[in-house]
């Protein structure tokens, strides 16, 4: 199975503040990577598909980035709703696998 | 805009059948694979396995020999089983569409297993 890392596993910042995540993968996956929004109580909503294409309907503030095994995941200006928990995504092999996630806190 | 429910027995005995069905609305199961995701209470997603509206399904290794995804074209509709359940098991389980691209999703349904 491919092994996907998500550091941090949490992150404070403030409203205004640009947010960076990374995503791992522990082999080659090219640019077969999704990230997800998780708000709580709800089901994973897809923000990013292939590493960096924005879903529609997603504000422009969000954007991915990378290919082969390392991945980021932006916020440029934090919002009070983007409170959640952030899942990177593999679909380059079967079994399909996800990082831990990175749980996202306003300061 | 395609939504999907889903529904099913939220608590059970160890040793029991999960069984879990999530219908399709507003759009066709062809064309798309369908998947179950689960995430264990405080943890993370795992994934369970996919089915095509022909029946072509993939099953995560890790749980296959308990595994069934079936289909119902008929009514628009997709099925989880899981056998011998154990504490383990207990989860939020989610229904989603797209093989590799995963969305819409489920609304979840927590299955619990205690005795």
Redesign the interface.
């Known amino acids: 199975d491919i092994q996907m890392t998500q550091s941090p596993s949490s992150l404070s910042a403030s409203v205004g503040d640009r947010v960076t995540i990374a995503c791992q993968a522990s082999q080659d996956i090219s640019k077969s990577l999704n990230w997800y929004q998780q708000k709580p109580g709800k089901g994973p909503k897809l923000l990013i598909y292939d590493a960096a294409k924005l879903e529609t309907g997603v504000p422009s503030r969000f954007s991915g980035s990378g290919s082969g095994t390392d991945f980021t995941f932006t916020i440029s200006s934090l919002q009070p709703e983007d409170i959640a928990t952030y899942y990177c995504h593999q679909y380059y092999n079967l079994p399909r696998t996800f990082g831990q996630g990175t749980k996202l806190e306003i300061k | 805009q395609v939504q999907l429910q889903q529904w099913g027995a939220g608590l059970l005995k160890p040793s029991e059948t999960l069984s879990l069905t999530c219908a399709v609305y507003s759009g066709s199961l062809s064309g798309y694979y369908w998947?179950w995701i689960r995430q264990p209470p405080g943890k993370?997603?795992?994934?369970i396995g996919q089915i095509n509206h022909s029946g072509s399904t993939?099953?995560?290794?890790?749980l296959k020999s308990r595994v069934t995804i079936s289909v119902d074209t008929s009514k628009n509709q997709f099925s989880l089983n899981l056998r011998s359940v154990t504490a383990a098991d207990t989860a939020l389980y989610?229904c989603?569409r797209g093989?590799?691209?995963?969305?819409p999703?489920?609304?979840?349904t927590l299955v619990t297993v205690s005795s």
């Open positions: 998947s993370g997603l795992e994934w993939n099953y995560n290794p890790s989610y989603a093989e590799a691209i995963l969305g999703w489920g609304q979840g």
